[in-house]
């Protein structure tokens, strides 16, 4: 009796778990359209990185009447077998979306040749596998010359997600953004080693506004919420990453990078469709619509006119290409 | 170095409690249930559950005690749900925890998703503030760390004085522990083991529930998927550096409080050192207490095993 009991609570709770999974996943059914799918490393809902991701899917899903599906939280381990699942199906475009999806694609996308395989911030390739590289250093530098600008104790802090490649660049940039502003510029940074530990990304802020930081940044997706809470809470200022968050703390966030992943899977779906795609690794910046930054919102009238110029005469110096952000992607002191 | 100057030891104090908050209310709740004979793994899930109700509570009513009461049911509903599992089905009370974990994770970002969509906007709700106590917050370097906090911060203390008396000095305690320890014995001597083991589970969750509320409503004011990030397995180790005692389950989550802290203040120092040595510290640190404190450690004898009264 009891065992029945249990066996059918559990098979409740399975039905009810499945029947969640459902509802998320696949959005539309068609017998030939272009099938798309995204392998995300978190939520889609986590206002930060793969929402904009997400965002782009959607988009590429309107525009082009695509069916599309997507995988949230797939971790590395995972990642082989999400890429494989999907091939399996028949999907003609797989996207990974973060660097640690670059091996795994080229690893399943030798079994499965018709299919096209994608990873976003990656570096690896193979003929079916392209690796779209955004320059988010070019947002990351301004980010670094806004901040230095601002912070009336010459110490600022950036927090970083995990020290991988993709992250890294961000933060030197920013390092060198802020030096070219004000040469003597303390800039405290710490890496929490996770995209989503909230809490730990608003201590990690939170001990360098301890320490005397006056702007707080951060490229740590979904953990980089919590350094614009600190900042809020300190009443200090902050800027955003991957889009422009400044709804998170109206008054706290000054601007924000904005990386265009619409734009990036909207480039690859058309190349499909087009029958162009090919593997290789892809640069995209500024000059591509792909790589920005955010508007200043409630700051407009609150930053320097000075300094809002130097940031649009770097801007368009990166634009045309006078000048180069150095792409460093191992850490500094 | 800087960092050894007065008010910086202060910030980091006050850095330390506040990440050893959560896990130490969670790690007492955990200490209640283990010693009443049931190992609940479930402390993730317990604290996930506190901190979206509560979230969700004060995002609906923005209302800071009805976000503590939903916190605590919120944690009492998972770790009653767990010892159903193993007192009345009696399951294997390891799987079961870790079973709830994984549905709770999600379960709470299923009801998220519902609730706020798809969105770039970040649900919000005003956190609850800092109390500052008038006399004891004047004492140097560890008066603002602990008496100008949040009042779950307060609540903790008060928790492990309670918790103190209630294991030492009544008879509950004594109960408690025969219950864990014999739960035979127990039933003969007139105890109703399933009763007492119902109300360890309740103030399991009760306690859980309030860490995890603390982290939705005190210190980030927002819900996100799987906002605990696995705290409540650091609590789960609390308990055992802690040694089942409420002083020590604080002292331990102290400890990993202050060496996640200091690990993040070491790393703005700026230091050749990578990153992820940083992120292992507080975890070397667990396991080299743990290492120091082999063989004094003692386990209720009758933990994780289902108490069967026809059976011998």
Redesign the interface.
């Given at each position: 009796m009891?065992?029945t009991?249990?066996v059918a609570c559990l098979v409740l709770?399975l039905g009810m778990?499945a029947l969640?999974a459902a509802g998320?996943k696949e959005q539309s059914v068609a017998a030939d359209k272009m099938k798309v799918a995204l392998i995300l490393s978190?939520?889609?809902?986590?206002?930060g990185w793969n929402?904009?991701a997400?965002?782009g899917l959607k988009e590429a899903e309107e525009k082009y009447g695509i069916e599309t599906a997507y995988s949230e939280?797939v971790g590395i381990a995972d990642s082989e077998a999400a890429f494989r699942d999907y091939a399996a199906q028949g999907y003609d475009l797989i996207i990974g979306h973060g660097f640690q999806y670059g091996d795994p694609a080229v690893r399943v996308a030798a079994q499965f040749p018709k299919a096209k395989f994608m990873a976003i911030e990656s570096n690896a390739s193979s003929d079916n596998v392209a690796s779209y590289v955004m320059a988010c250093e070019q947002a990351g530098y301004l980010m670094g010359m806004l901040s230095a600008s601002m912070s009336k104790t010459g110490t600022i802090?950036i927090v970083?997600g995990f020290?991988q490649p993709s992250i890294t660049k961000v933060l030197e940039a920013y390092k060198l953004g802020a030096k070219a502003v004000n040469p003597s510029i303390k800039v405290?940074?710490?890496?929490?080693?996770?995209f989503?530990?909230?809490?730990?990304g608003?201590?990690?802020a939170?001990?360098?506004a301890?320490?005397g930081a006056d702007v707080l940044s951060h490229c740590a997706n979904?953990a980089g919420?919590?350094v614009i809470?600190a900042a809020e809470?300190r009443g200090l200022l902050a800027t955003g990453d991957s889009?422009d968050q400044n709804?998170?703390a109206p008054s706290t966030v000054m601007a924000s990078t904005v990386y265009s992943v619409p734009a990036v899977v909207m480039t690859a779906v058309e190349k499909v469709q087009s029958g162009t795609y090919e593997g290789g690794v892809y640069n995209l910046g500024m000059k591509d619509g792909v790589v920005d930054i955010s508007g200043y919102n409630s700051f407009e009238d609150k930053i320097p006119q000075a300094v809002k110029d130097l940031i649009a005469d770097t801007r368009a110096k990166i634009l045309d290409g006078s000048f180069v952000v150095p792409l460093i992607e191992t850490?500094t002191? | 170095m800087e960092i050894f100057s007065l008010t910086l030891i202060t910030t980091f104090l006050a850095a330390t409690v506040r990440m050893a908050t959560p896990i130490a209310l969670a790690g007492l709740g955990e200490t209640i249930s283990e010693r009443a004979g049931i190992s609940n793994l479930g402390v993730e899930a317990i604290m996930l559950s506190g901190s979206y109700f509560s979230f969700w509570a004060m995002f609906q009513y923005s209302n800071p005690l009805f976000g503590l009461l939903f916190g605590i049911l919120g944690g009492i509903a998972v770790s009653l749900l767990h010892a159903w599992l193993s007192i009345y089905c009696k399951a294997d009370q390891t799987i079961a925890g870790l079973a709830l974990n994984f549905l709770i994770l999600g379960l709470t970002s299923f009801l998220f998703l519902m609730q706020f969509g798809q969105t770039t906007t970040l649900p919000s709700i005003q956190t609850i503030g800092r109390m500052e106590i008038p006399l004891l917050s004047k004492i140097p370097v560890i008066g603002q760390a602990f008496f100008n906090q949040d009042p779950f911060v307060y609540m903790l203390l008060l928790f492990v004085v309670l918790i103190l008396v209630l294991f030492y000095k009544t008879e509950w305690g004594v109960i408690l522990k025969a219950v864990g320890e014999n739960p035979r014995s127990a039933d003969t001597a007139g105890l109703n083991v399933k009763k007492v083991r119902y109300t360890a589970a309740i103030a399991n969750g009760l306690l859980g529930g309030l860490g995890g509320a603390y982290l939705s409503t005190v210190k980030l004011g927002f819900f996100q998927e799987n906002l605990t990030s696995g705290k409540g397995y650091i609590a789960l180790v609390a308990v055992i550096l802690g040694r089942r005692n409420p002083v020590g389950v604080l002292a331990a989550a102290l400890v990993i409080g202050s060496a996640e802290a200091l690990q993040i203040r070491l790393q703005t120092l700026g230091s050749n050192i990578p990153s992820q040595l940083f992120a292992m510290f507080p975890y070397l640190v667990t396991i080299l207490v743990l290492l120091f404190s082999i063989g004094k450690s003692h386990d209720p004898a009758a933990l994780g095993v289902p108490y069967e009264r026809d059976k011998r």
């Open positions: 009891k065992k009991l249990l709770l778990t969640m998320t978190g939520p889609a809902n986590d206002q929402a904009v997400f965002a939280n802090g970083g020290e405290l940074e710490a890496y929490v080693s996770s989503t530990d909230v809490a730990l608003k201590e990690a939170l001990s360098m301890d320490q979904q919420t919590g809470k809470e889009y709804s998170i850490r002191n | -």
